[in-house]
């Protein structure tokens, strides 16, 4: 089948991309006989989530999101049968997360709770007066219930599966996982050690544990011995140490140095201070010997360490390397050293040659993995398909990279079960949701693991179409466009605009593995099939089209320049013959809501309505006509605001203060512009209960029929 070709011009240049767009015949599985189905059907497959595999036996485990239900499943080789763990049965709004299994597969471990806002309150989304907790559980890949482990808010599973570690009040502790039997609260911390300790990560063999102790200017990688408890400091100096590694054999630590904190931070000048006291780049250079950063590695019994390779200032390329682990024979880490975020190896026993790339190509690496075994990298990727993620592999001690996955399919979040003969990964398309599948090790003979439930409309999904836009600036942005497959000849469509949150973030030529943008993109999919014509923006700033697209200047609070890409893709879809130009919409969530609520307040004549889910409305502290973050925020255009609106928004969000909700409502009173508002109490940013989402997806439904309408006429 030949790919199709979209051209045109929306207020710059169109050019040219490619999509396959997939018509359906006759009723579709989901569907009913008129060619319909509800937002309840195209939502109900299962989400899968946190997959993990065990690096010493052929097991995999993962979460799975079920209309709110939310529950531990897990599959093991020859068969990798899909067995359910936990017996979860309702849309509680408890969420599960930061999935763990042990080296033999035997146990897995969870935490069972949101995560603590900065009062340390857990989400309570069903206004439970007994309140929620965030804790460790765990329960036996073989069956049984589940048991509460510890209240923690992170954790790390030993090896063996028999105990972890988290930290708490600056320490480190330690709790066994015996079945039915929980930690004390209040236990002592396993050792205790001067300034605040956390990142604990295991030996190989569990006896052991490394830590980062900050100590505010500088940070020491610490290892405390479980068997002759004493803690060794790695080559102490005055730097920031941070990102320990073990080597495979437990005998040494390789860590990451950065310069620490001259004078504390507290270094100040007088306009009287001459400036060869202090030169332009002190902390930079003077107190860094011209280094950004190096590996270290250190004995872990004696602390003796040596200088392993240095990135020098003059060498930009590995300025932003966070974080890097030891693999086989190799330190790799991840750098953007052009435009391009891959993978690069520093070989141990040959540190003078430097780092070598491993993962090359026009594109980025998202997720990675490590068979057992240290000789192979798995990723996935958009090299060679810049609006979907392909899975590849490569040799840890170099050479060309194989593709594992291709076609229209996407694939995410590869792991390695311990035998090393299979790959697990998460796989989509345009009409299959996201689902867990297992391969051979080299991409051969792929088995999807997740069942579509029956009123999924599998067939009823249709293909989006790459559209490439230029906006007036010369910045040129990818979208996905929707059709409807109803659409006749000369007949006007009302049109809506979806815009993504982040921004880091790439909406793509199928179902997300973003929860949210899993949910939206079937959301998309439902108004096609509602007869509406969708555009779904990837506007400057997010991810997938590299570094110069994602730091482009003056975006946010420094200007919106990213609105320009919304406004643009607006003329575009006002200047198709099937779309109506006066029933053009937007909606989004985060960031889509602050580019949602821009467009309203900016361009009225262009956006007849929008759904605004949680956005910000008000940059900044200042009011002052001229300032800059003022000016960047949809609150200083109210006044050329007359669209409708429809505001969602839960009032315990931890991303987006309530107050931006709150201000623009009152905003909107004072000036008479017409708005409907739903709040969530006690709900987060991502929804946490289902059946929010259910009514916020019917809601924003109802509100652009009642303003758009797909009837060939607006509603007044």
């Not at 505010?216 to 730097?239: K, N």
């Not at 840890?396 to 299979?422: K, M, N, Q, S, W």
Request: charged residues 25%.
């Amino acid at each position: 089948m030949s790919r199709s070709c979209v051209t045109a011009r929306a207020g710059a240049v169109l050019l040219i991309s490619a999509g396959l767009l997939f018509g359906s015949g006759g009723p579709a599985r989901g569907q009913t006989e008129s060619g319909r189905y509800t937002i309840e059907d195209v939502l109900s497959p299962p989400f899968p989530l946190d997959l993990v595999a065990a690096r010493g036996s052929a097991r995999i485990a993962w979460i799975e999101y079920e209309r709110g239900v939310r529950n531990v499943y897990t599959a093991a080789a020859p068969d990798y049968q899909r067995t359910r763990v936990t017996a979860n049965l309702s849309d509680d709004g408890v969420d599960l997360s930061g999935l763990q299994i042990s080296g033999d597969g035997e146990t897995l471990v969870w935490l069972r709770g949101h995560t603590p806002n900065r009062e340390g309150w857990v989400a309570n989304p069903t206004s439970d007066p007994r309140g929620q907790e965030r804790a460790v559980w765990a329960a036996s890949a073989r069956g049984g219930a589940p048991w509460r482990v510890v209240d923690a808010r992170e954790f790390t599973l030993s090896p063996d599966g028999r105990s972890v570690l988290y930290s708490k009040d600056g320490q480190i502790h330690r709790a066994n996982i015996d079945r039915g039997v929980e930690t004390v609260e209040g236990t002592a911390p396993l050792f205790r050690a001067f300034g605040e300790n956390g990142e604990p990560t295991w030996s190989p063999d569990g006896m052991k544990i490394a830590l980062v102790s900050d100590r505010g200017d500088h940070s020491f990688i610490g290892i405390y011995d479980t068997r002759s408890p004493a803690v060794t400091y790695l080559a102490p100096g005055v730097d920031r140490d941070v990102s320990p590694t073990w080597s495979p054999d437990g005998r040494h630590v390789a860590f990451i140095r950065r310069p620490g904190l001259p004078f504390g931070a507290h270094v100040q000048r007088s306009p009287e201070t001459p400036d060869s006291l202090f030169p332009p780049g002190l902390v930079e250079a003077r107190f860094s010997g011209g280094a950004t950063w190096s590996v270290w590695v250190a004995d872990a019994k004696t602390g003796e360490g040596r200088e392993l390779w240095r990135n020098t200032r003059e060498d930009e390329r590995f300025a932003e390397v966070r974080d890097i682990r030891w693999v086989g024979e190799q330190i790799v880490f991840e750098a953007e050293p052009e435009d391009w975020r891959h993978w690069f190896a520093l070989r141990v026993e040959d540190p003078a040659r430097g780092p070598v790339e491993l993962t090359p190509g026009d594109g980025f690496v998202e997720h990675v993995a490590f068979d057992a075994a240290g000789e192979w990298l798995y990723f996935s990727s958009n090299i060679g398909d810049i609006d979907r993620r392909h899975l590849w592999r490569v040799r840890l001690e170099g050479g060309r990279a194989e593709p594992l996955t291709d076609g229209e399919t996407i694939a995410t979040f590869p792991v390695i079960p311990g035998d090393g003969e299979h790959v697990a990964f998460l796989r989509a398309s345009a009409e299959h949701p996201l689902a867990v599948a297992v391969a051979e090790a080299d991409g051969d003979d792929v088995r999807t693991l997740t069942p579509l439930p029956a009123d999924y409309p599998l067939d009823a999904q249709i293909e989006p179409e790459t559209v490439v836009l230029e906006s007036p600036d010369s910045v040129r942005f990818h979208s996905q466009l929707f059709l409807p497959t109803d659409m006749r000849s000369g007949e006007r469509r009302p049109a809506l605009i979806f815009i993504h949150g982040g921004p880091r973030r790439q909406m793509l030529l199928g179902y997300h593995y973003m929860h949210f943008y899993h949910m939206a993109y079937a959301i998309n999919q439902y108004f096609a099939s509602r007869g509406y014509v969708v555009l779904s923006v990837n506007y400057r700033s997010g991810i997938g089209y590299g570094r110069e697209f994602r730091m482009s200047e003056n975006v946010g609070r420094n200007g919106s320049a990213e609105y320009q890409d919304i406004l643009t893709a607006g003329l575009y879809l006002r200047d198709r013959e099937d779309v109506d130009p006066a029933r053009i919409g937007l909606w989004g969530l985060s960031y889509g809501g602050i580019l949602t609520a821009q467009g309203l307040a900016r361009n009225s004549d262009v956006f007849a309505a929008g759904v605004d889910m949680a956005g910000v409305h008000f940059w900044g502290d200042s009011i002052e006509p001229d300032a800059p973050m003022y000016r960047a925020s949809s609150a200083s255009e109210i006044t050329k605001w007359r669209s409708p609106v429809l505001l969602i928004h839960g009032d315990d969000d931890r991303n987006v203060a309530f107050s931006q909700t709150v201000g623009l409502v009152q905003l909107l009173r004072g000036h008479d512009v017409p708005f409907e508002l739903i709040v969530f109490p006690d709900e987060v940013h991502d929804f946490l209960l289902h059946q929010r989402w259910l009514e916020a997806f019917h809601a924003t439904h109802d509100f652009f029929e009642r303003t758009l309408g797909t009837d060939g006429r607006k509603v007044q």
